[in-house]
């Protein structure tokens, strides 16, 4: 059953729905498998035991249809808190996200998933700027890479190649595999501002 399939009942059999679905939370269900059998979205049952919990029944109760200003529009200072600290010491990648790095649609959809508020995409960049983030080209870096041996490498092997350079008045160039391109493909991320994020 989809949201618009509830919306054609009648106010007390999705009131009923709604009741089923509290008494199959306090009977220890979990909302992801209560959503399964109802048939509804999991957020769906989230806002219902959320009201519940507010509320009691009469919460649950159909009200006269229309958007309420500024409910459920906006993160609470706790969620802020957690959601700052989980992009910031956390890739999309590591949360199972198909994104690179944290644009503001990966920052939407990581807040959806965490909280169930589809917030503006402005917004999202409103909390960025007040949470200290900046947009930023991430640094390249390859998975294989050892910051110990290019450091040892760069220690005890290039100063031998420097000088070499400098004795055939040559030049050294710097390059990889990935060969040589004149824009940056990198694309752009939001991370905490003096903090670039790397990209592997």
Same mark, same amino acid.
């Given at each position: 059953?989809?949201?618009?399939?509830?919306?054609?009942?009648?106010?007390?059999?999705?009131?009923?729905?709604?009741?089923?679905?509290?008494?199959?939370?306090?009977n220890g269900m979990q909302n992801r498998e209560i959503a399964k059998r109802l048939e509804v979205h999991e957020?769906?049952?989230?806002?219902?035991?959320?009201?519940?919990?507010?509320?009691?029944?009469?919460?649950?109760?159909?009200?006269?249809?229309?958007?309420?200003?500024?409910?459920?529009?906006?993160?609470?200072?706790?969620?802020?808190?957690?959601?700052?600290?989980?992009?910031?010491?956390?890739?999309?990648?590591?949360?199972?996200?198909?994104?690179?790095?944290?644009?503001?649609?990966?920052?939407?959809?990581?807040?959806?998933?965490?909280?169930?508020?589809?917030?503006?995409?402005?917004?999202?960049?409103?909390?960025?700027?007040?949470?200290?983030?900046?947009?930023?080209?991430?640094?390249?870096?390859?998975?294989?890479?050892?910051?110990?041996?290019?450091? /040892?490498?760069?220690?005890? /092997?290039?100063?031998?190649?420097?000088?070499?350079?400098?004795?055939?008045?040559?030049?050294?160039?710097?390059?990889?595999?990935?060969?040589?391109k004149s824009h940056d493909h990198r694309g752009r991320g939001y991370a905490p501002k003096g903090k670039t994020?790397?990209?592997?």
């Amino acid at each position: 059953m989809t949201t618009r399939d509830a919306r054609k009942l009648t106010p007390e059999a999705q009131y009923e729905i709604r009741r089923m679905a509290v008494k199959m939370n306090g009977n220890g269900m979990q909302n992801r498998e209560i959503a399964k059998r109802l048939e509804v979205h999991e957020c769906t049952v989230s806002g219902w035991i959320r009201g519940y919990r507010e509320g009691g029944l009469k919460a649950l109760k159909i009200k006269k249809r229309g958007p309420k200003k500024n409910k459920h529009t906006k993160l609470t200072t706790q969620e802020q808190s957690a959601i700052k600290k989980q992009i910031t010491d956390n890739t999309p990648e590591q949360k199972k996200m198909p994104f690179a790095l944290w644009s503001r649609e990966a920052v939407q959809e990581y807040i959806k998933q965490t909280t169930c508020k589809d917030l503006d995409r402005r917004l999202i960049g409103t909390y960025l700027k007040k949470w200290g983030f900046s947009p930023q080209r991430p640094l390249k870096r390859a998975y294989q890479r050892s910051e110990q041996k290019v450091s /040892e490498w760069l220690k005890n /092997e290039y100063p031998a190649i420097k000088t070499q350079a400098i004795k055939d008045n040559a030049e050294i160039h710097w390059a990889d595999e990935a060969g040589i391109k004149s824009h940056d493909h990198r694309g752009r991320g939001y991370a905490p501002k003096g903090k670039t994020p790397v990209r592997y």
